[in-house]
């Protein structure tokens, strides 16, 4: 683990002159799984907001597979291999399974959405919208092709989750019930075989037998080698699937490690219980502090 896929560095995000993000500083190596956890209001999404490009920060860089990727725009972001999923799940209830998933492989077509480059060049962009509507009428064999790729990748995609979505593929999004939206919502995310993936939450919702259920899709992610970064409330299942977490308070990392470090580090217990009972706890059984913050 040795090649950096992600180096954040001294993020900051101000709202109203609140600190959010303060100075957070980070990376995340190739095939690693990071999880960033922390009490409510301590900055975790607004991280992943601003490494996703949600948000620009008001200092400090993110370099994301060597290029600094600072304030880019998420479109960008996702068509040079970094993807997420949202705290609040956003799929696109009018459209089917099928259709949510294949939404993830826009920024992969190149048959379907020639010259796309001259999108981001505002006199330009009439340009690949008028090709774009005259291959959706001819559709030569390119076009074809590509669609037969991608049906192949979104099948691929949904066997993932097993009966949960394959047979329900061609079910519109608002039908399913909210697991069966948020197992859309990853895969779709999945699609384009990101180099980094952003997880917010993505068990926000589910009862123990779901989580239990996406832990394990996630540890089959890891053993293929998918670099993650996590944000997660659930502890077990942090504890279980990471290589690493790092824990965020009032927009600060405050600490950092193992698993195994991070349970017995006295700040974390102290952040997670409050400073009497953290160092109550932390002087009596510190390795059983976060399975009690769990239920807080």
Do not use: C
Not at 169 to 188: D, G, M, P, V
């Amino acid at each position: 683990m040795t090649d950096r896929v992600l180096t954040v560095t001294e993020l900051t995000k101000h709202f109203d002159g609140l600190p959010a993000v303060d100075g957070t500083s980070f990376e995340v190596r190739e095939h690693e799984v990071v999880s960033i956890i922390g009490p409510n209001g301590s900055g975790k999404t607004t991280t992943l907001n601003l490494l996703s490009g949600l948000l620009r920060p008001q200092h400090g860089t993110v370099v994301f597979d060597g290029t600094d990727i600072t304030g880019r725009l998420p479109d960008a972001l996702a068509a040079i291999g970094l993807t997420r999923t949202f705290q609040n799940g956003r799929v696109f209830g009018t459209m089917s399974i099928d259709d949510n998933v294949t939404v993830g492989l826009t920024p992969k077509l190149r048959a379907a959405r020639p010259l796309a480059r001259l999108r981001r060049i505002p006199v330009l962009r009439w340009i690949p919208l008028l090709a774009e509507t005259v291959v959706a009428l001819v559709r030569p064999p390119s076009v074809r092709r590509e669609e037969r790729e991608t049906a192949q990748t979104v099948t691929g995609q949904l066997e993932r989750f097993g009966d949960r979505l394959l047979p329900r593929r061609s079910q519109e999004a608002a039908t399913l019930s909210y697991a069966n939206r948020r197992r859309t919502e990853i895969a779709r995310a999945l699609a384009p075989s990101p180099r980094l993936l952003l997880l917010d939450e993505p068990t926000a919702g589910m009862n123990p037998a779901e989580t239990d259920e996406v832990m394990h899709q996630l540890l089959a992610l890891k053993r293929d080698g998918q670099t993650m970064l996590l944000v997660e409330h659930k502890l077990d299942l942090v504890m279980t699937v990471s290589d690493r977490v790092i824990v965020m308070d009032h927009g600060v990392i405050i600490a950092e490690g193992t698993p195994a470090e991070v349970q017995a580090d006295p700040a974390v217990i102290e952040a997670y219980l409050g400073s009497r009972r953290g160092r109550a706890v932390a002087d009596i059984a510190p390795s059983g502090a976060t399975d009690e913050g769990d239920h807080e």
